[in-house]
C-alpha cells in the first residue's frame, strides 16, 4: 500500500506562527506609517509653520524583520527631539526660558507682518541688543530723555528698551514748538512663563491609523 506522510500538526502551526508574526510586524509599520502621514497632516492643518521642519520632524520607526515573538512587535511613531515644542502642543504645558530668565517674545512686526514668517535678522535678540540706544544722561524730565534718546534711535535706525520691551522709533518729526514719534514694539521681555494650551496633534492620528489595523492585519495574512 502506498503511503504518504502527513505534516505534523505542530509544524503546521509553527508555519502559521511564522506567517502571523510577518503579518503583524508588516501590520504595525503600516498603521506606523499612516499615523505619521496623519500626524503631518492634522500639523498642517491646525499650527502656523513657517517652513517644513516641523512636519518633516515626524518620524516612526518601524519594527524589524527579525522579530521573534509577538511581544516584540511594536512600531512608534513620534517627534524628533529637535521638535521637542511639539510635545508642549500635544499635552499642553508651561513654557519657561531654559536660562531662568524671562521669554523673549518677538511681535508680528518681526516676522515682517505675518505669523507665518520667521522672525527677521535684524529684529533677533542678539542684534537688537547690539543696536540699542542707551537712554541719555542729559538732565530733565523723563519725557524729555526719552524725546532725546528717540531721536538717537530714529537717526541711527536703532531701538530703544523701555521696561521690559523693545521699541522702533519711526515719524520723528521735530517742530518749533513740538516734536512727535511713533514707538512700535518689536520684542518683549514681560512674562516669566506662558500656558500652551492642549492642541493634540499625535494621538488622534494614532487612534485614526489604529482603527484599520485589523483590516490591514487580515489582508497581510491573505498575501502569506
Not at 542684534?127 to 523723563?142: D, E, F, L, Y
Not at 511713533?182 to 482603527?211: C, F, G, M, R, V
Amino acid at each position: 500500500m502506498a503511503t504518504k506522510i502527513v505534516p505534523s500538526f505542530s509544524a503546521a502551526l509553527a508555519d502559521t506562527k511564522k506567517n502571523m508574526l510577518k503579518a503583524g510586524i508588516a501590520t504595525v509599520n503600516i498603521v506606523a506609517a499612516n499615523a505619521r502621514r496623519f500626524a503631518q497632516e492634522n500639523i498642517k492643518r491646525n499650527f502656523t509653520t513657517r517652513n517644513s521642519f516641523t512636519v518633516n520632524s515626524v518620524r516612526f520607526t518601524q519594527c524589524p524583520k527579525s522579530a521573534k515573538h509577538f511581544s516584540d512587535i511594536k512600531s512608534e511613531t513620534g517627534i524628533t527631539e529637535k521638535a521637542g515644542y511639539m510635545v508642549r502642543q500635544e499635552t499642553g504645558g508651561i513654557k519657561r526660558n531654559p536660562n531662568g530668565k524671562n521669554l523673549i517674545i518677538p511681535n508680528t512686526r518681526a516676522r515682517g507682518g505675518s505669523n507665518k514668517n520667521k522672525v527677521q535678522k535684524r529684529y533677533h535678540y542678539n542684534s537688537i541688543i547690539r543696536n540699542t540706544v542707551s537712554w541719555t544722561s542729559r538732565g530733565g524730565s523723563r519725557k524729555s530723555r526719552l524725546v532725546a534718546t528717540a531721536f538717537i534711535a530714529s537717526r541711527q535706525k536703532k531701538f530703544i528698551r523701555m521696561n521690559n520691551a523693545f521699541f522702533q522709533v519711526t515719524n520723528f518729526r521735530k517742530g518749533k514748538s513740538k516734536v512727535s514719534f511713533k514707538l512700535k514694539e518689536i520684542l518683549n521681555l514681560k512674562y516669566h512663563t506662558t500656558e500652551t494650551p492642549q492642541n493634540q496633534w499625535l494621538e488622534p492620528a494614532s487612534e485614526a491609523a489604529a482603527k484599520d489595523m485589523q483590516s490591514i492585519f487580515n489582508s497581510q495574512m491573505d498575501k502569506l
